[in-house]
């Protein structure tokens, strides 16, 4: 699992068929390393900052097929509290 922020959106006139209508975002990861291609299900969009998984066997199954060529998921998105500061346990 990384953190990372999006970059942009791929798209393409011929995709597998396990991508059809699945939304491929390109993420930074915070790491530094090279950017992934990623499916997204959660609604994300470019600037946001999110945590992806690698995890092949959750992809799969978000796609439903073994088959299918992308590994890389958005899992989670960055949110914000309130006024822009970190809101500490036991703030209301």
């Known amino acids: 699992m990384l953190a990372g922020r999006i970059r942009g959106h791929a798209t393409s006139t011929v995709k597998h068929p396990t991508l059809t209508g699945w ?7 915070d790491d530094g390393g090279d950017p992934v ?4 299900s959660l609604g994300a969009g470019p600037g946001m900052e999110v945590l992806i998984s690698s995890d092949g066997k959750f992809t799969a199954q978000t796609v439903g097929t073994q088959a299918t060529p992308i590994r890389w998921s958005v899992i989670g998105i960055k949110d914000e509290a309130a006024g822009g500061r970190r809101q500490e346990a036991g703030d209301s």
């Not at 939304?23 to 990861?29: E, T």
């Not at 291609?37 to 997204?40: E, N, R, V």
């Open 37 to 40: 291609l990623a499916i997204d």
């Open 23 to 29: 939304k491929l975002l390109i993420v930074q990861p």
